[in-house]
């Protein structure tokens, strides 16, 4: 190839070259240009960015009313409000609001005519302001959702542009009073509750009172031993449960008979150590019912509770006392006399010494598997449970005839290590149960034979014992104490 020939070539590979590299140039210009400009779209979405922790005031304007909310030492409170009734803030939903708006970024934006607007409800938006700890306003106006309910429009201050926004993002930032009530049913939490008290068609089922972090029920068995775990449970229950919709507020009586509330089945009365007292009453319902009505009286709501969170209006006195009759622990006892029928024994404890005598045998020194069966009987009196209680009448038949009352078969007297005596004395109503007296009291509790007689009961294990001693020639030749078959 001749010079000419090889210099033509690499001016032509050079000219090529060189629109080569402006074709490029001039491609990834036009690339770059497309790629601001959605970045620059994409950031004209984003309509708000600031830190949510920082805000320390949030204003709402929507059809219920002007509510100026502002951070406590511990949360949300409402310092202004136009809203004509008393409610509990959700402080919940302003965290959401807060949260929300802070990086709120819209689907879309519409360029609609101002004369259009009214369309799209912006004649009357709700509005919504958070102010952060510097007083810097972010605002937003919430219309109406999109017929498809897909988006809600939204627009800013000072900014012409419609902008769709995520349905669900608009519809909390909408709000509204279903969403600013709190929906839980009491207003406090179950350390509050210094007080509470259920009636059922106008009867007290109980009434429980706490001081000093002791739990004593008043109503209707007062003194009764309780179960402080089941109250606290039970009072969980009632504070984790939610209303399901607001109906209204009672404007007049009228408004109570609509919804079947002027003679409610139940009522609920609460009080915590702030002194607040919240009274809530019930309309009957069954099994059938989805719903049910409440009203509470300290506000005038009218709400809804989904019957299936209602079970806590069905409890028994019974399930919030202890199970036992009278069950003092071991180790402050310091003698036991028992009397079951024609069944006479003693049980003398001295614990500082470990001393343990049946009647007049020490076994202090037996093996410890007749030391052990030695607590078992003691607990087999003190662990004996009721069958149920008897509230049909504030005293037993015996109690309100003074000359008709009975020896009772059992007895179980309790020496304590104070040296006071606690007596528990059941007297039969039949060969099956029961009524069961504490210091002469009637305690309502009904105590059936086999609590006595079955497998865990105190004449089955005193033939444990007496069996075992026998076997170590600890017994004296003597007929066997005869238990009665379980009834």
């Known amino acids: 190839m001749s010079i000419k020939k090889i210099r033509a070539l690499i001016i032509a590979l050079v000219v090529l070259a060189a ?22 779209e994409a950031q004209s979405l984003n309509l ?61 934006k519409l360029d609609v005519p101002a004369e259009e607007l009214p369309n799209y409800g912006f004649s009357d938006p709700v509005t919504v302001t958070c102010y952060d700890t510097s007083n810097i306003a972010y605002t937003i106006y919430i219309g109406n959702p999109a017929a498809t309910q897909e988006y809600y429009y939204a627009m800013r201050p ?20 279903t969403y600013l009530r709190s929906h839980a049913l009491l207003d406090c939490s179950d350390v509050d509750i210094t007080s509470v008290r259920l009636e059922r068609d106008s009867d007290v089922v109980f009434d429980l009172l706490r001081e000093e972090n002791t739990w004593e029920m008043l109503e209707p068995l007062p003194n009764a031993q309780v179960h402080s775990a089941n109250i606290n449970s039970y009072l969980t229950s009632v504070t984790r449960t939610e209303v399901e919709n607001f109906v209204k507020v009672v404007e007049n009586s009228a408004d109570l008979v609509e919804y079947h509330l002027d003679h409610p089945a139940c009522t609920l009365t609460v009080k915590t150590n702030s002194g607040a007292t919240t009274t809530i009453d019930f309309a009957a319902f069954d ?54 029928d024609d069944l006479k024994f ?11 005598l049946l009647d007049d045998l020490n076994l202090s020194e037996q093996e410890q598997s007749i ?17 149920s209680l008897d509230l049909e009448n504030p005293d037993s038949e015996t109690d309100s005839n003074p000359d008709s009352v009975a020896d009772p078969t ?38 059936r034979r086999r609590s006595l007689s079955g497998s865990t009961g105190v004449l089955t294990y005193y033939e444990k014992m007496t069996d075992a001693l026998a076997e170590l020639d600890l017994m004296p030749d003597s007929d066997p104490n005869s238990t009665e078959s379980e009834s």
């Not at 709501?301 to 079970?311: K, M």
């Not at 003693?346 to 343990?356: A, G, N, P, R």
Request: hydrophobic share 35%; with cysteine.
């Open 19 to 40: 629109l080569s590299i402006t074709a490029y140039l001039a491609v990834d210009k036009i690339k770059t240009n497309e790629e601001n400009q959605e970045l620059q």
């Open 48 to 108: 708000f960015s600031f830190d949510s922790n920082a805000v320390n005031q949030v204003q709402i304007q929507n059809p219920d009313g002007n509510f100026t909310i502002q951070t406590t030492s511990t949360s949300w409170e409402i310092t202004e409000s136009s809203y004509a009734y008393d409610f509990t803030l959700n402080a919940y939903y302003i965290n959401s609001i807060c949260s929300y708006m802070s990086d709120l970024t819209a689907l879309k």
């Open 158 to 177: 000072d900014d012409p542009v419609v902008y769709e926004i995520d349905f669900n993002e608009g519809d909390v930032l909408r709000g509204g009073m």
């Open 287 to 340: 099994s059938t019912d989805k719903s049910i009505y409440l009203v509470i009286e300290e506000t005038g709501q009218i709400a809804t509770l989904p019957a299936n969170s209602a079970g806590f209006l069905q409890t028994q006195p019974a399930e919030l006392l202890s199970d036992k009759v009278f069950s003092p622990n071991f180790e402050d006892v310091s003698k036991l006399d028992i009397q079951v």
């Open 346 to 356: 003693s049980m003398i404890m001295d614990h500082e010494e470990k001393t343990y």
């Open 371 to 387: 030391l052990n069966l030695y607590q078992f009987l003691f607990k087999t009196v003190s662990n004996i449970s009721y069958d």
């Open 410 to 447: 059992v007895l179980f007297t309790y020496t304590m290590l104070d040296g006071s005596v606690q007596e528990v004395s059941l007297i039969p109503i039949d060969d099956t149960y029961y009524q069961a007296y504490i210091n002469d009291e009637y305690s309502h509790k009904i105590v």
